[in-house]
């Protein structure tokens, strides 16, 4: 597809059924497209693709792409408390587990249940 929001449905789809290497080229080019202004109607926020591409990098064990786009996401305010629960996880597969826990610490505190699990899962 040549539209934005179409690439982000298509990849959303894909992640939903666990084809990240499948979804990260639409989402790549939803945000090529977008920084072409070639997305007219403004379809889908930046920061919804950024998220979601973070998500299939996390996934693909792209730690450093997945990192980067969630501090983007941070330094934006963007659903903090699902941003501070990925960079979390990315954290904890990076070997950095104070690290994690604390951004599972202020995702839970910031009303995150899945944070809460993952505490009490990683976070002795």
Do not use: W
Request: charged share 25%; proline share 5%; hydrophobic share 35%.
């Amino acid at each position: 597809p040549k539209n934005v929001l179409a690439l982000v449905k298509r990849a959303r789809t894909e992640e939903k059924i666990g084809q990240y290497q499948k979804a990260l080229p639409d989402l790549v080019r939803a945000m090529t497209y977008k920084s072409e202004g070639k997305d007219p109607n403004y379809s889908s926020p930046v920061e919804e693709i950024v998220l979601a591409r973070s998500i299939a990098y996390l996934n693909l064990d792209s730690l450093e792409s997945a990192f980067r786009d969630i501090q983007y996401l941070i330094g934006k305010h963007y659903q903090p408390d699902k941003t501070y629960l990925l960079r979390g996880y990315i954290n904890l597969a990076g070997h950095q587990q104070k690290r994690g826990c604390n951004d599972l610490d202020t995702a839970a505190l910031l009303g995150n249940p899945e944070a809460q699990e993952a505490l009490g899962k990683y976070c002795h």
